[in-house]
């Protein structure tokens, strides 16, 4: 692992492992996941990813795959709110950070895949194709991500201001995940 890449890890380490406790994206992996719950959870991923992959501008297709999901379970994604407290992406290690961000979710995600096709029956082809990240190369994306991160990074500030932007990431998606909590309790 190049030391960009262990800083990133690292750096966002605390807030990653409190993410995965989150209420809303916890029943993806447990074996009685619902349907509601489901559609919940990719509701609070889409507020979250839309805006970001809307602002990089570039590698959206996961957007469109949670896009067609969403409207498998009778959701239209337009309608949703999005958040909108989140760190600025000018510069390239803001930008990379944020890739890193998005595109290492696709790992949770592919490995959340096999429990919510036991319980729901969604797969690559319908419902999960975000998780699935269907007829995305993400293994030849990632490995093509982490030398960017380690080339293009390389200068240490350059590398902390990716580690800030990816805790800063991190961060607005915590308050966004707990101000969508507010308005469920």
């Given at each position: ?126 419902g999960a194709r975000f998780l699935a990240s269907a007829g995305i190369d993400m293994a030849g994306r990632w490995k093509a991500l982490l030398a960017r991160l380690e080339s293009d990074l390389e200068a240490p500030e ?28």
């Amino acid at each position: 692992m190049g030391p960009v890449r262990q800083a990133l890890r690292e750096a966002t380490r605390d807030i990653h492992e409190r993410l995965d406790r989150v209420a809303v994206l916890r029943p993806l992996t447990s074996p009685t996941i619902t349907v509601d719950e489901y559609r919940d959870a990719l509701i609070a991923l889409h507020g979250f990813n839309a805006p970001i992959e809307r602002a990089l501008g570039e590698g959206a297709e996961r957007l469109d795959l949670l896009r067609a999901d969403l409207a498998d379970l009778g959701v239209d994604a337009d309608s949703l709110p999005v958040a909108a407290a989140l760190p600025a992406l000018d510069g390239l290690p803001a930008r990379l950070a944020a890739r890193y961000v998005l595109d290492g979710s696709a790992h949770g995600g592919r490995a959340m895949l096999p429990n919510v096709t036991r319980a729901l029956g969604f797969d690559a082809t319908r419902g999960a194709r975000f998780l699935a990240s269907a007829g995305i190369d993400m293994a030849g994306r990632w490995k093509a991500l982490l030398a960017r991160l380690e080339s293009d990074l390389e200068a240490p500030e350059s590398a902390q201001s990716a580690c800030a932007t990816a805790v800063a990431l991190f961060a607005a998606l915590e308050v966004w995940l707990d101000g969508l909590a507010a308005k469920v309790a």
